[in-house]
């Protein structure tokens, strides 16, 4: 399974890229917002900048909500950088943007599919990825990691080449969740990535063999 990050802050990027870890970045308008980045330039630089750092996929999504601006903006951003994957809403124009984009070999991200329908079309389209949100939907008492675990079997079941990116993950058990329902991808915040490494076995260990040394060699 791929890792990718799920944020804007160049900061978080870079501390999960040094861990050696990462394959991705995820964006969002709000993740976006939330590190301050206005207007089209400095949010175009942003993704730049992001690129150059990871050099792998980087999910930038579009804004338009019509077709025609959806093509635009979406062959705007992919002329940025190789790496800019375009994240495309799953609503009727989204999905006519994906086939477009595909037909040209422009990469997508299907985002906000809370559904197997909205993952078949993405799918039948051409996305390259698709991604439900799992914690949003674990938000309103439904199950994201069995919606993950549908889609995967369908896509198995009918060979679609697009690739599960588990969205919204929200905590360290998410991430082991989506490693049993056989997606692709999981982007994570930086605090669930760095979570996976906690065990109170492996900290008591360090300190035993760090003490049984230094009872030695001073
Ligand atoms: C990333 O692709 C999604 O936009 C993001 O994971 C949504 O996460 P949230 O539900 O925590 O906002």
Do not use: W
Request: proline share 3%; net charge negative.
């Amino acid at each position: 399974m791929k890792f990718f990050i799920d944020t804007a802050n160049l900061a978080q990027i870079r501390e999960a890229y040094e861990m050696g870890v990462l394959d991705g970045v995820t964006t969002n308008p709000s993740l976006m917002a939330k590190e301050g980045i206005k207007g089209v330039e400095n949010q175009h630089r942003h993704y730049i900048d992001i690129c150059q750092l990871v050099q792998s996929d980087v999910s930038a999504e579009v804004i338009a909500t019509t077709y025609d601006e959806m093509i635009a903006e979406g062959e705007a951003l992919a002329a940025l950088d190789p790496h800019i994957v375009v994240k495309v809403p799953c609503i009727a124009d989204g999905i006519r943007a994906i086939k477009y984009f595909s037909s040209k070999g422009i990469r997508t991200n299907c985002t906000l599919v809370f559904s197997v329908g909205q993952a078949l079309l993405a799918a039948k389209a051409g996305a390259t990825y698709v991604s439900p949100f799992v914690g949003r939907l674990d938000d309103i008492s439904e199950d994201g990691i069995a919606l993950i675990a549908h889609i995967v079997k369908v896509y198995r079941t009918y060979n679609f080449s697009t690739q599960v990116l588990a969205a919204s993950i929200r905590h360290t058990a998410h991430i082991i969740q989506c490693l049993d329902a056989g997606a692709d991808v999981a982007t994570c915040p930086l605090s669930a990535i760095k979570g996976l490494l906690n065990h109170p076995l492996t900290d008591a260990g360090l300190q035993k063999f760090l003490a049984d040394y230094h009872k030695v060699n001073g």
